[in-house]
């Protein structure tokens, strides 16, 4: 994008005509605070300031011990928590997985507080797997645009914890089992999503900056089973983000797929539609078949 905040302020005006609103429905899980001390970094105490995590549990009985943390999209400037959050976590409880809806933080708030809240809500849920019937080695990242960056972000940014901290969660891997990419912001370069770039990183950041969070480099080996979905026709976020990831996974034998549509705005019809269709009906052909969702297959 050319120009940064009026294309910034058209992307989220078409996200908004087309999701109807970004608000949260009345029947929604209570949101908690991810670090309910305050966040690192935390610059205020208003809402903006206090990252949370709402947990969607299956039906009883549904259950089949996957969780996935959700994190929205929006350019690192905004959150689209209706059909990028509340209702994909929906789609997964009809799978039997838990779909935790994460609030990040975003502009003004830099790298690596987005960062930072995702670890968070991954070592969370692993902290509290057991009582949330999830198995810990199940755990997994999914993203849309922004949040496929950052969704990405974790999967190539991750530590096994901290043995010696006091608090039991920092005592958790921040590594995701496996990492759903719809069409993500993967590249802080030319590549990438300007508007994404200037509101995680800043106007002026420095190269090693940018390469660092430029998430193709970042793949090695230990990255995470990764599904991406992107439309070839997508005019704000170039598909080439995703097929750069694709290749990064295949150069170093980490399990991908890519499903790329022939045709598809971004968003990919925000929520409904036969785009959206589509990639929910792939995705779900591989959680399956990776023994993720209902259905018998490889382990994740």
């Known amino acids: 994008m050319k120009n940064i905040s009026?294309?910034?302020?058209?992307?989220l005006a078409a996200f908004l005509a087309a999701a109807g609103t970004t608000g949260v429905c009345a029947a929604e899980p209570d949101a908690e605070l991810i670090w309910p001390d305050g966040a690192p970094g935390a610059v205020g105490n208003n809402a903006a300031d206090k990252p949370s995590i709402s947990i969607h549990l299956p039906p009883s009985g549904k259950a089949n011990g996957t969780a996935v943390v959700i994190c929205p999209g929006g350019g690192y400037g905004a959150l689209m928590m209706s059909y990028e959050g509340h209702d994909i976590a929906r789609w997964l409880n009809s799978q039997g997985i838990?779909?935790?809806?994460?609030k990040y933080r975003v502009s003004p708030y830099r790298h690596p507080a987005p960062l930072q809240d995702s670890q968070r809500a991954i070592r969370i849920?692993?902290?509290?797997?057991?009582?949330?019937?999830?198995?810990?080695?199940?755990?997994?990242?999914?993203?849309?645009?922004?949040?496929g960056h950052l969704a990405a972000t974790v999967g190539t940014h991750f530590d096994v914890g901290d043995p010696k901290a006091t608090d039991p969660v920092?005592?958790?891997?921040?590594?995701?089992?496996?990492?759903?990419?719809?069409?993500?912001?993967?590249?802080?370069?030319p590549k990438g999503h300007a508007g994404s770039t200037a509101n995680l990183l800043g106007k002026a950041p420095s190269a090693a900056l940018i390469d660092l969070l430029s998430n193709e480099k970042q793949v090695t080996d230990k990255t995470p089973p990764t599904f991406l979905a992107h439309a070839k026709t997508d005019q704000m976020v170039p598909s080439e983000n995703s097929a750069l990831f694709a290749a990064a996974c295949k150069s170093h034998n980490v399990p991908f797929e890519y499903f790329e549509l022939e045709r598809g705005a971004h968003g990919l019809g925000c929520g409904k539609g036969a785009e959206w269709a589509a990639w929910q009906t792939k995705c779900s052909d591989w959680f399956q078949a990776r023994g993720l969702a209902?259905?018998?297959?490889?382990?994740p």
């Open 6 to 11: 009026v294309g910034m302020i058209a992307a």
């Open 170 to 189: 920092d005592r958790m891997s921040c590594r995701p089992d496996f990492l759903v990419l719809v069409y993500p912001v993967i590249s802080m370069g």
């Open 294 to 299: 209902a259905g018998k297959g490889e382990t």
């Open 125 to 147: 849920v692993r902290a509290r797997a057991e009582k949330l019937g999830i198995d810990p080695t199940r755990i997994g990242i999914m993203g849309f645009s922004a949040g």
């Open 98 to 102: 838990t779909g935790i809806v994460l």
